[in-house]
């Protein structure tokens, strides 16, 4: 994300701005019709994953969130930064360095070639305006959890400098090993805050993932507020089934978003759940209604 500070403002000032005026039709980005939704309170900092919503063009789904007030879309990369910007918002958390899910930094082998696109993105981040760039630890493969701890920390120890030279902050992101990602590495806090303190710097944090943490987990409101020094980015979505984050899963979304917005924080909580109906007008109400469900 463009430097803020340097002009007096905050991502979760920016969002008020934003909810404001998505509410009073002075948004102009194309084709956005006057916004009927209810203001936000401008207290999250709003986003969406945009390959949950990839049934929609990225223009499409750029003037839904301008009309509901969600200031970013997250999980696009380069090439889709042009877009994002023609309609005036961020890009959340970029991608596009890494290798994949499976392949990633607890692999020693991997390190030349993931080095060598992250350094490269880095830049491309930073120069685009942007600020937080994922990562992923890869899969185990009959690794020893404390051997892939160590490599990441290796590996990573060479990109880091790079990072906190150019203001871009790098997220592994917690995913499930139960249901969606098997043998995935980083599957519990434990593992990925370990990693967080081994490397020491606030250029590296960890994109907690409440849907994927609930299946490993749970405990999610103790975890952040005992770890969120660590969590520097949040993904939604319902469990089970990682549909809607409404009243038919098992997630208590606004004591959720009321436990992070009282640890201070004032980055991004996207949007990551699978719309139930992918028909357009039902797939926007329910992305208007989940906004509305964690805008605490």
């Known amino acids: 994300m463009t430097d803020l500070s340097e002009r007096g403002l905050t991502r979760r000032a920016l969002m008020q701005g934003l909810a404001v005026a998505g509410t009073s039709g002075a948004l102009s980005a194309p084709a956005v019709a006057q916004s009927t939704a209810a203001p936000l309170k401008g207290n999250i900092c709003h986003s969406v994953a945009r390959w949950t919503y990839g049934f929609l063009s990225l223009d499409a789904l750029c003037a839904l969130c301008r009309d509901i007030g969600i200031g970013a879309v997250d999980l696009c990369g ?20 890494e290798l ?19 350094l490269r993105h880095i830049n491309l981040v930073a120069d685009a305006g942007y ?18 701890l160590a490599a990441c920390e290796t590996g990573l120890k060479r990109i880091i400098g790079a990072a906190e030279a150019r ?10 090993s139960r249901v969606n990602h098997p043998d995935y590495l980083c599957d519990t806090t434990a593992w990925g805050v370990a990693l967080c303190q081994r490397l020491g710097s606030e ?23 005992e770890h969120h020094d660590c969590f520097g980015h949040y993904h939604t979505a319902g469990n089970p089934g990682r549909h809607e984050p409404d009243d038919n899963q098992e997630l208590n979304y606004p004591a959720i978003c009321r ?7 004032d980055g991004w909580i996207a949007q990551e759940f699978v719309p ?3 028909t357009p007008a039902a797939a926007a109400e329910a992305l208007r209604a989940a906004v509305a469900t964690c805008d605490v």
């Not at 607890?106 to 060598?116: K, R, T």
Request: proline share 4%; aromatic share 8%.
């Open 167 to 176: 203001g871009v902050v790098l997220h592994m992101e917690l995913l499930n």
């Open 131 to 148: 600020r937080n760039l994922i990562l992923f630890s890869g899969n185990r493969r009959g690794m020893d959890p404390e051997a892939g």
């Open 276 to 278: 139930s109906d992918k």
């Open 100 to 118: 994949g899910l499976e392949d990633g930094w607890a692999e020693p082998a991997n390190h030349d070639a993931l080095i060598g696109r992250y």
């Open 78 to 97: 380069p090439d889709d930064w042009p877009i994002l910007k023609a309609h005036g918002l961020d890009s959340s958390m970029c991608n596009g360095a």
């Open 259 to 265: 436990a992070i917005r009282d640890t201070g924080f």
């Open 203 to 225: 250029n590296f944090k960890l994109l907690y993932d409440i849907y994927h943490m609930q299946i490993m987990e749970g405990d999610v409101i103790r975890r952040i507020t």
